[in-house]
């Protein structure tokens, strides 16, 4: 049964049970096997519970049953809250009584060592047989508030208390921190639908959960968490049907650091992919990657209005200029554009509040709030002639208090009916059950004005993202033809590149010291001189390239020297003869590359040359294979863009001829995803606008056992 | 009266005055006039209060006076909450009965144009005549708590309540955002002392507070923001006293975008300085400089164990690896070290949380709270063994509820009354009384982990710069040596900064064709050819310079030429010759340069040559003078510092050698602070470690007029 195949139906009894065994059911509702029982008798679960316990005739006022087999109906759903020791034989069991999915909470499997990791597949194995989707082990269960299922012991909603409903969904990894990003969602008002936490992941796994989502007509928002991802191709199915039904993912995947990579895999045994990869993933999906935990959620609640716009204009009130002035710095950090209101705009502005300064940010002062009247008529001013794409509005502690939120809200009511989409921040220090209020008006609230700048950002990166999204799905499949010749030498690398539609410098391969002066002549000087041979990979090591040859005695000379060289340095080579190639003059050196990412397979690189790649490692990545619009992205992504856009009084460079070379590179990548380790096309000279440009060498690793897809999941 | 000289005295009856006098003193408690009044009394200060109202014979149940001169005692301080238009003739009359300090609260000055202006300095004029120190005017006033003294109408003390006892100070220009900081300081706990707010600085300005609070016994963390600072010498002196004695500085300076920039000048009349400028200063003295307002009241909180270590060494507590991760992420992104235990320790820690992992992050999972006990020896065994200059503990709801924190905080003492000046975060999620409880046993409070992270960076920021700080305050005098001859070429120049300690490359001056021919030959070949003349700047429109001239021919050759060029190109100039000079081989190009700024004078520029300054602006600044260790400081903040340590295989370059240059640089710059408007020397090329530096060009742009001092103050 393969997951990625038709992955939607098999997790419908995992979220929808009618009938519910609890294996390990306490009678202490503040037990692990207690807790999830009370829970779900609290929340009104309609389906059927069995609570299963040999040593006890009922449990929690429910009739308990001391083994599964004993459980009178069907049972679509089990709950194991047994000591890891106890699962093997328990899981055979729900298999036999036709379980068609379960939870299992119990620790001491893979994340003990050997023992528990035999034990585990054991499980999973049992599981893949009978059909029956197994969540866990070692996880917090999960829940679906709709219908009042809780098969889970976080102690936190104990905490906070049930969730509220609404249609954001939440996958975690670990159950500790889905549990955290619960509490700290619920105290922000965000109503949750869906909570799963897949623990160590025996068989369902983050991205299946997030393809279900993603599909879920329930689900409006996606949260996720993930320390690694084993699954390539059904993430990348999942995050692009979440894009195409414009949903919103929110991600922590954490390990940014090396301190960081280094807790995250003593913490799971999952296959944590090079964090740059994710980076790509996660951008050419548009999904936000969020780097804390406050901006996690941040993010997820200022996608309550679920409001996206395509455009970055951002208007904004404030009554502390000083404030202003913080909002429109994040705003530039943001890549937001604070446009200032129209002329005739500001004027009647300015004739509304004479003290205040109009442009945008728009500073009402204080004094303003001695006429609410006056700080809604600006607000709709601004709706309806800023064209703003958000608004927000800081008034601190002056709007917080219940006497002048009350006074407030009435005044601003009509603008707001009239501009129900206007996406609208309030910016107030306030207690919760004021913050409550404005949200029911439609406005979102957050604190910290600086917060709500990013929290904007994120929302617009959304709406470019849904706009842009490819009507059809883009196809992920990676092909497996492999080279036509391995070991392949640089003759062989640039032809098969060439052939794939990547520019390649013109070169004529010289047998001997007198064809090469002849060849450079035709060529026309100056030209490059490099030794030709499969089986010499590193041409430094012998001086194997000479630059800058100026006319045919010079060539017929290096030659010669060349030749000399290499047959002293690899005595056993195949020695093809001297490349003759012409030097290129101008443009701008970049470096294209690819390697192979154990998850992702392979990852196309671009930075550009010299000190960028060398000293500030300024390359970004994405995923093979990929379109024109994304290599445009990529190649926005790097600080030196400048260069190739113009800087230093040279010409703009030829963008379009870079791209069009990432694509057909990526799609190369993706056809011999199998038989490939790395590219590197280094140099790969830019030149200006409509000349092109050509990579002037060129070296393909093959993998040393083109073996197992890397996308073949679990 | 020059407030850089004796500033101290002068602000005493501004904060501590034994006698008030409030003109305009309302009996409605909730206006402007009638609130003041009512904090103080309600606040119980102990001086006397005189309300001055004409209309009334009491105000607010006090003996009120129809003008000033009929308040029978003397008059330390008085209070205006008056018209605009009516406030010269009140400050007269204060002037007239001997008032020595007070704050005017009145709009309708220098934010509202020529007139206002007029009137603000006819203010001004009359206190400094007077002896009188002012306050405002546009501002909301003051408070000093701790004497129950609240001369301030600011409606947030109304809204959060009076403030706690405390030592923190705050500062702002701005009424508006002053408020806003005091609000969510209070909210947060902090305890405040002092509260100033401008307004318009007719007289007393942010500096001079921040002078007055850096030398005051009763301030130990001082908060302050500003939009433009116009006293040079008042806020280093400011700035190096509060570094000196141990205390953090907190600052919010706006404007860092161009938008921001706008807005910032649109609010005040403040002269802003190019923000790199404070960059520069604060670096310099060690001040934490805050981008967002969440990120000001963070690191202010933080300060409140006032603890400040000197190292780097982040221990790491979680129940949940996931957030292990991110603060191990985040303590890299802020420069701190995440050290594992010993590995003893680590045994120890194993037995004690067999299920945990104990390097650092040590992820004790939320089992351990099923015993309160081993979470507290974990804890211990952290203290006594890590070595950590801070620990955070991320426990978040789990440690957060009423009963647990109880059990928890009781578990954790004895460890805590060990290690009492161990830095402890705990990161939890819990209501504000359970807060409170595990501040008063000594920890900090972060909800979110990675901001806790963030504030231990600021905290150890300062320890160092504490530690660091010189012993004697430096000497940041400007002096106004002329420059000995103006216009200045190339030659003078570098005969200038060679005299100065400034490596230059070693010249010689040839008259004709002929005298360059042997000149480049006592030189030694390749050499480089300029044109010599101190009537052209701008050499590269002529061709001026001509690079790698191989014998002595060719430089015949070329000399006639390139003097034949400029002939051309400048008929009238005074041509002396052409300079001959080596070729410097190897060595990395800097850039070294001087710009002045408006407010605080010379301030020397660093960074690398080529990309790294024309694409990617990666340049640093400091204000001059300035040591060693300051360059050093600022060499190592440039993103292509790799290159100078031993990037590509190239050996270390000579990073002592730069630092002399960029010392002598900023002597240089601040000896001839009047004469100079700019310096560059580019390139100044870093030769390998140990063989020096040596600038290849030299220009001095002195100023058109040189005139007044920039560090003249008000």
């Not at 298999?95 to 893979?110: D, L, T």
């Not at 968490?225 to 993430?235: F, K, M, N, Q």
């Not at 990869?277 to 780097?291: E, P, S, T």
Request: charged share 25%; proline share 6%; aromatic share 6%.
């Amino acid at each position: 049964m393969n997951p990625a195949a038709d992955p939607c139906p098999s997790l419908e009894p995992l979220l929808r049970p009618r009938s519910v065994a609890i294996i390990g059911a306490s009678d202490d509702p503040t037990r692990i096997g207690g807790r999830p029982l009370r829970y779900m008798m609290e929340a009104g679960f309609a389906g059927a519970i069995y609570p299963v316990n040999p040593r006890r005739p009922r449990v929690q006022g429910l009739d308990a049953y001391p083994d599964i087999a004993d459980v009178p109906g069907s049972v679509d759903f089990a709950l194991l809250a047994l000591p890891a020791a106890a699962c093997v034989r328990a899981v055979e069991a729900c298999a036999a009584k036709g379980v068609r999915a379960m939870v299992i909470f119990s620790s001491g499997f893979a994340e003990v060592g050997s023992e528990g990791r035999e034990r585990q597949e054991q499980i999973g194995a049992i599981g893949r047989k009978a059909g029956m989707r197994i969540v866990g082990p070692n996880c917090l269960g999960l829940f679906n508030n709709a219908i009042g299922f809780f098969p889970t012991f976080t102690s936190l909603i104990d905490t906070g208390g049930f969730p509220l409903p609404g249609n954001v969904a939440i996958v975690s990894q670990s159950g500790a921190y889905g549990s955290h990003v619960f509490l700290l969602a619920h105290r922000r008002g965000i109503g949750i639908n869906t909570w799963i936490t897949t623990g160590n992941e025996c068989d369902v796994q983050v991205s299946e959960c997030l393809l279900q989502l993603a599909l879920d007509d329930e689900t409006e928002v996606i949260v996720a968490y993930a320390e690694g991802i084993r699954e390539r191709d059904v993430l990348l199915e999942a995050l692009a049907q979440a894009r195409a039904n414009r949903k919103p993912v929110v991600f922590m995947k954490v390990g940014r650091s090396s301190v960081g990579a280094q807790a995250a895999s003593s913490h799971t045994a999952a296959l944590t992919g090079a964090d740059a990869v994710y980076d790509a993933l996660f951008r050419q999906f548009g999904v936000h990657r969020a780097r804390t935990t406050e901006e996690l959620i941040d993010v997820a609640y200022a996608c309550r209005r679920r409001i996206y716009p395509a455009g970055r204009r951002l208007g904004l009130v404030t009554l502390s200029g000083g404030v202003g002035v913080q909002m429109a710095d994040a705003a530039e950090d943001y890549g937001l554009e604070v446009t200032p209101m129209p002329e005739d705009a500001q004027r009647e502005l300015k004739q509304l509040l004479p003290y205040a300064a109009v442009r945008n940010p728009v500073d009402v002062t204080a004094q303003a709030f001695n006429d609410m009247s006056l700080v809604a008529r600006n607000l709709e001013i601004m709706y309806e002639r800023g064209g703003y794409d958000a608004i927000i509005a800081f008034f601190t502690g002056v709007a917080g208090s219940r006497y002048v939120a009350a006074q407030l809200r009435e005044s601003l009511r009509r603008a707001r009916e009239r501009f129900p989409d206007q996406l609208v921040v309030l910016s107030i220090v306030a207690p919760e059950e004021t913050v409550r209020l404005y949200e029911e008006e439609g406005y979102l609230i957050f604190e910290d004005p600086t917060r709500a700048v990013a929290a904007m950002a994120s929302l617009m990166a959304f709406g470019r993202s849904f706009q842009e999204s490819p009507r059809a799905l883009p196809a992920f499949e990676l092909g497996c033809e492999p080279l036509t010749e391995v070991p392949i030498g640089e003759r062989a690398a640039k032809r098969l590149l060439a052939a794939a539609g990547i520019p390649m410098v013109e070169e004529r391969l010289a047998a001997t010291p007198e064809e090469a002066a002849s060849a450079a002549k035709e060529v026309g000087f100056p030209v490059a001189l490099k030794i030709s041979s499969p089986d010499i990979l590193h041409k430094t090591e012998i001086r194997g390239v000479v630059l800058d040859v100026r006319s045919a005695d010079a060539a017929r000379h290096e030659a010669e020297a060349l030749l000399e060289r290499a047959r002293a340095g690899h005595p056993h080579a195949r020695i093809e003869g001297v490349l003759v190639a012409p030097m290129i003059q101008g443009g701008i050196e970049t470096i294209l590359g690819v390697t192979r990412d154990s998850v992702f397979g392979p990852v196309v690189m671009f930075g550009l040359g010299g000190v960028f790649v060398e000293v500030l490692n300024d390359v970004t990545f994405r995923i093979a294979p990929f379109d024109g619009r994304e290599a445009k992205r990529m190649i926005g992504e790097v600080k030196g863009r400048a260069l190739l856009e113009g800087a230093r009084g040279a010409p703009p460079a030829d963008i379009d001829a870079l791209a069009c070379a990432l694509v057909r590179l990526s799609e190369f990548a993706a056809r011999h995803a199998d038989a490939i380790e790395s590219i590197d096309l280094n140099p790969f000279v830019v030149l200006s606008k409509g000349q092109g440009a050509v990579a002037l060498d060129a070296l393909i690793v093959p993998r040393a056992s083109a073996g197992a897809r890397p996308s073949a999941g679990r």
